[in-house]
């Protein structure tokens, strides 16, 4: 008798850093998108326990869910100060609904920049953030954008 396998999801997230340069250094814009699935698992997020979240319960715990993100990703060994930019969103995917986060930082310029990304790292180890650099010169010259795995039980990862 053929026996059905099921499968589930990895846990992911995405993490899209843009760098632009000035005379004052670089400036970040970071968006991270999480899956409400795996913030519920973290935060508790459904307050009625209908396993259902609703633009209200998670709107409420915005303050939580960005103090668990910033606590969790730290960039150039925490001299990026990241502060919140455009307000949260919700945006459908195929895999379910993830929570868009955005943030800003005026940076030191540097030749490299350092991401250390620790979301899910105590709940999941299967956990992983999907990373994707793009510069000014990436846009304007057409560079293809760097992409990495982060695996958040791993050392920080260096791009340039």
């Known amino acids: 008798m053929p026996s059905t396998a099921l499968a589930h999801k990895a846990s992911d997230a ?8 000035g005379s004052s250094g670089d400036t970040l814009d970071v968006r991270l998108d999480i899956a409400l699935r795996d913030l519920e698992a973290v935060l508790d997020l459904d307050r009625d326990a209908d396993r259902r979240l609703t633009w209200g319960e998670v709107r409420t715990r915005l303050d939580d869910i960005q103090a668990y993100a910033l606590a969790r ?37 540097a030749p490299t920049l350092e991401v250390e990304y620790r979301l899910f790292r105590e709940v999941d180890p299967t ?28 050392a920080a990862v260096v791009v340039a």
């Open 73 to 109: 990703l730290r960039l150039q060994q925490g001299r990026c100060a990241l502060a919140p930019g455009e307000p949260a969103a919700v945006e459908d995917r195929v895999d379910g609904a993830y929570l868009v986060l955005a943030f800003r930082s005026p940076c030191e310029p």
């Open 14 to 21: 995405y993490l899209q850093i843009g760098r632009g340069g």
């Open 127 to 154: 956990h992983r953030g999907l990373l994707r650099v793009a510069g000014a010169e990436a846009v304007a010259g057409g560079v293809a954008p760097l992409l990495r795995s982060l695996d958040p039980a791993a």
